[in-house]
């Protein structure tokens, strides 16, 4: 392996991140991979990216076209369709409310932690 | 038609593939015809002997190979009659051929005295044997008790005095009477009785595979539809 | 491994798996677009051919669900059979949609076979209701099948029985046989087949012709695990048009393949 292991919860980010990549535009594969890395989120292994746009493809989530490529044999084009737009407005908030609770349970800082268990109703 | 033809061709097919039986059946009546052949009447009747139990061993593996796919091609939509014929047809296009032979190698072979009447004896022994071995198919399971089965009536046959009553029990007695009559003569066997005997073997044989190609009662609570509708089960 | 063959490799595993054509054709432009523009090996980013070919063949298939409001194809009720005074079948009931698999599952002896061989009424149950609309196709748990004629042979005997000419039997055998991950055409006797491949051609005698239900007893007997991912898949095609199967097994992956489920047993049922 030359390259680098992807972080172990890249796995389960993986797929709402290709929905928030795609929310600006159509995109190809490779496309997509190298936008994972410029964004800091990490260099994601062929065999990790593919099945991950064929599950979301397979939801309904990505509505996949190929275009013909500059004199090669074309390129995949993944788009998000209206379920797609759907999944990823609701998987922003859901990531929110995760990504503090994670935070405060990682710094120690309890009573930050999410909507529902506000201020001092934590138990100690 | 295009449909006898082709469950026909392909029952035909199977037959003729047993090719080590097959030769063995084909060998065995000449290999007794020629260890009797000094006397005349005993080398012709020892080859009808051979014929009745070559043939209805056959016509028994045909039946034995017919029970793994009858059943299914029934429930495909043929009916059983149809099947049980067009395994017949090709028995007997079997049995033709190899009456032929054997009738051909008995008539420039021999001086025998009517030509006419050992191919008739020939030809009424071979669709005999193939009514007796297919009603034995229709009957027994396994391929060891049938070939044993056959060989004793076959058997008895060639033993027994024909001019014993009860002898006329027998399958193939028509082919010890049609033999006598086509080697001696008229004098003591006649050709009706011969044709009338094989005749009843025939039919009731032909019932009993009748009766087994229609197989157990059918379920009286089934209820078949055609089409496609479907229907909501009570 | 270099990535041309990485890529034959992974295009292979994906053709035994049973993928079509088409499908095969996309994955590998689009790996080896990636593979080009990145410039990286196929085995690094894609790890082994074969097991990234597995996760793709999952992903493309995944377990049907049921379909419940097919109209009813197949529906029995009350189903009693002893044998030698030992109640085999007792008050089985059993319906079958269309689009519908049902698995019949249970232990040796509970009874699948002989379920199987009275729906089939190759040995009928002595009291109960059986109501089918349209036609039957079964393969039984062994045999079935002439020893001395080839498969061809098979596909036009049953095939021409279920009103397919000659030429469109062997054709739609041959298709059948390839989507089981076989190639059909010059194969020996039935007789000279291994046992798995015995089932393959039982199997396929019973599809031929398309029947509206199709009964089958054990069909992946000696199946190799791509042939029995091809067989499901083969099923699940074959359901949805309108059709229903009844499957008898005893391997634990009917239950995931089959759209219901229906456990017969020595005590009671369902």
Redesign the interface.
């Known amino acids: ?3 680098t292991e992807p972080a172990p919860w890249l796995r389960g980010v993986l797929e709402p991140c290709l929905l928030g990549l795609l929310a600006d535009g159509e995109a ?3 496309e997509l ?1 190298t936008r994972l890395e410029e964004a800091g989120i990490g260099t994601v ?3 990790s990216l ?2 991950a746009l ?2 979301l493809e ?1 939801r309904g989530l990505l509505t996949p076209q ?1 275009r013909a ?1 500059d004199g ?5 084009y993944y788009a998000l369709t209206a379920e797609g737009r759907r999944s990823l407005a609701h998987q922003r908030v859901a990531w929110a409310e995760f990504a503090s609770a994670v935070t405060a349970v990682l710094t120690g800082d309890r009573r930050a932690v999410t909507p529902g268990g506000v201020d001092g109703e934590v138990a100690r | 038609m295009n449909d006898l033809v082709l469950h026909a061709t392909m029952a035909m097919r199977s037959l003729i593939r047993r090719r080590v039986a097959l030769a063995v059946l084909v060998l065995f009546p000449l290999v007794l015809y020629a260890a009797t052949y000094d006397a005349l009447g005993r080398s012709v009747r020892s080859l009808v002997f051979g014929i009745s139990w070559a043939l209805s061993t056959v016509a028994f593996f045909a039946a034995m190979s017919a029970r793994e796919t009858d059943p299914r091609l029934r429930l495909a939509g043929r009916r059983p009659l149809f099947l049980a014929g067009a395994r017949l047809s090709a028995l007997l296009t079997l049995a033709a051929v190899l009456v032929l032979v054997f009738w051909l190698v008995v008539v420039i072979d021999r001086d025998v005295r009517s030509p006419a009447g050992v191919g008739l004896d020939f030809a009424v022994t071979a669709v005999v044997a193939v009514a007796f071995g297919s009603a034995v198919g229709a009957v027994l399971r396994s391929d060891l008790e049938g070939t044993l089965v056959l060989f004793l009536f076959a058997g008895l046959q060639a033993v027994v005095n024909p001019f014993d009553s009860w002898s006329r029990l027998l399958p193939f007695w028509s082919s010890r009477e049609l033999g006598t009559v086509a080697i001696d003569g008229p004098e003591q066997s006649s050709t009706a009785a011969g044709l009338l005997h094989a005749a009843i073997v025939v039919a009731l044989c032909g019932a009993v595979v009748a009766v087994g190609a229609a197989g157990p009662l059918r379920n009286r609570h089934r209820e078949w539809r055609q089409g496609f509708e479907g229907f909501e089960p009570t | 491994m270099r990535n041309e063959s990485w890529i034959r490799s992974f295009d292979d595993a994906l053709h035994a798996q049973g993928l079509a054509a088409p499908d095969r054709a996309e994955l590998v432009v689009e790996i080896e677009g990636f593979l080009d523009e990145g410039a990286t090996m196929a085995l690094d980013h894609f790890g082994a051919p074969d097991v990234y070919a597995a996760s793709i063949i999952e992903l493309h298939h995944p377990t049907r669900r049921p379909s419940p409001d097919g109209p009813a194809l197949l529906a029995a009720t009350g189903l009693h059979k002893g044998f030698r005074g030992r109640t085999v079948l007792d008050d089985v009931a059993v319906q079958a949609r269309a689009g519908e698999i049902v698995a019949v599952i249970g232990a040796n002896g509970s009874g699948k076979s002989t379920l199987l061989r009275a729906l089939a009424d190759i040995d009928p149950a002595d009291r109960g209701s059986i109501a089918i609309a349209g036609s039957i196709g079964y393969a039984p748990q062994s045999g079935g099948l002439d020893e001395r004629l080839t498969p061809v042979e098979h596909f036009e005997l049953f095939g021409g029985t279920r009103g397919l000419s000659r030429a469109a039997a062997r054709a739609e055998g041959l298709r059948l046989a390839h989507d089981l991950a076989w190639e059909a055409d010059g194969a020996p006797l039935a007789g000279e087949l291994s046992g798995g491949t015995r089932r393959k051609l039982a199997v396929i005698t019973a599809l031929i012709g398309g029947p509206d239900v199709v009964l089958l007893d054990e069909p992946c007997q000696g199946f190799d695990g791509a042939s029995n991912r091809c067989f499901w898949d083969v099923l699940s095609d074959w359901v949805v048009d309108g059709r229903a199967a009844v499957v008898a097994s005893h391997l634990p992956d009917v239950v995931h393949r089959a759209t219901t489920v229906l456990e017969i047993g020595e005590v009671a049922v369902r």
């Open positions: 392996m030359t390259t190809y594969g490779y991979s292994p062929g065999g593919y099945p064929l599950r397979k190929w490529g090669g044999p074309g390129r995949k």
